[in-house]
């Protein structure tokens, strides 16, 4: 399993965001991957299984959801910075999304 794992809900509707194309980007914005949410909204194989200790960002390209909808939207794209440590086994950060806000936590 990747160290980075994530999910996209869209909270407009109640389901799950597929085809959400994110990029997992490095402490010197080196691209190191990239996946599609799948029809759960996951992407489970985000980079390898392990990264060094840094700030790393997770980039989701939002606005095409939308626009594959025909919705109005004010976000083109999420970014998502966080901090991974020299300790930790895993990361799931999850986006909850809808066309004119976000949120998102550490999940588990």
Sequence with gaps: MSLITTHVL???TGTPAAGIEVI???PEQR???TGMTDDDGRVGDLGPESLAPGIYELIFATGEHFDARG???F???VTLAFT???SAAHYHVPLLL???GYTTYRGS
Aim: hydrophobic share 40%.
């Design 75 to 77: 976000f083109p794209q």
């Design 31 to 33: 691209q190191i991957a």
């Design 71 to 73: 919705l109005e939207h």
């Design 24 to 26: 997992l980007r490095g």
């Design 10 to 12: 869209d909270t407009s």
């Design 98 to 100: 809808s066309p004119f």
């Design 84 to 86: 991974v440590e020299a």
